[in-house]
């Protein structure tokens, strides 16, 4: 299975600024990569997931990831910030068993 | 698609006392999956089931654990003398496999457990 590891525990922006979470895997097997967001008090929902049909995904709420294997990253970026992103953030990766190997998050705040 | 539940939300117990959380799968989902959550960590997987037959476990799951799917739909996990280091959020999640390591897990709420 998947190791990810996610590069700051928190990130603060500007509502209306690009938002950038960094993912870094590490696998000898094609990667099975997923990005999940936790609001306070709600269930963990999936914002997309790499299928490798493509190296740039779209997910939902305007959030998009790119695929590099060169640089073994798949960070989630959104050209602007709303004020209703503020949550926290998990990259996940996947195995053969779909056991999901969490990061170990990143909070993302948004500042008005 | 009434989502994934988990009963209760909430558990207080004292060290020492058993506890069981039930997590009902969004239905035709076959398989489920089990996960901690403690404070400042991404979740962990425990366990997971492909309808009634529980197919993995991980080294996190002591003795003190155990989890069932006795007729392949709704699950039960039970913790036996219960640590206060057993405090966390415990996670169900549920998926329709096609086989594919893609397919989407859908996540319950939670169950947050308190050891005093």
């Known amino acids: 299975a998947q190791s990810v590891t996610q590069l700051g525990s928190h990130v603060s922006v500007s509502e209306g600024a690009l938002v950038l979470l960094r993912c870094n895997y590490s696998?000898?097997?094609?990667?099975?990569l997923f990005w999940y967001v936790q609001y306070p008090n709600q269930g963990l929902q999936l914002l997309l997931k790499?299928?490798?049909?493509?190296?740039l995904v779209k997910g939902i709420n305007g959030f998009e990831a790119e695929f590099k294997k060169s640089e073994t990253s798949f960070h989630l970026t959104k050209p602007s910030a709303h004020m209703s992103d503020a949550a926290e953030y998990f990259c996940v990766g996947g195995g053969a068993t779909n056991k999901l190997i969490f990061g170990t998050g990143t909070l993302l705040a948004v500042q008005p | 698609d009434t989502g994934v539940s988990q009963n209760p939300r909430h558990k207080i117990t004292k060290r020492g006392q058993n506890v069981t959380f039930r997590c009902d799968p969004i239905s035709e989902h076959n398989r489920l999956y089990w996960y901690r959550q403690t404070l400042g960590q991404g979740p962990e997987f425990l366990t997971y089931?492909?309808?009634?037959?529980?197919?993995?476990k991980s080294r996190l799951l002591s003795d003190r654990f155990s989890a069932e799917r006795p007729k392949g739909s709704f699950s039960t996990l039970e913790i036996q003398r219960t640590e206060q280091g057993d405090s966390a959020m415990y996670l169900c999640?549920?998926?329709?496999?096609?086989?594919?390591?893609?397919?989407?897990?859908?996540f319950g709420p939670g169950t947050r457990l308190t050891v005093l």
């Open positions: 696998s000898s097997v094609p990667p099975y």
């Open positions: 790499y299928t490798s049909a493509a190296t």
């Open positions: 999640a549920s998926s329709r496999t096609s086989g594919n390591p893609t397919d989407t897990q859908y």
């Open positions: 089931f492909q309808n009634e037959a529980q197919l993995e």
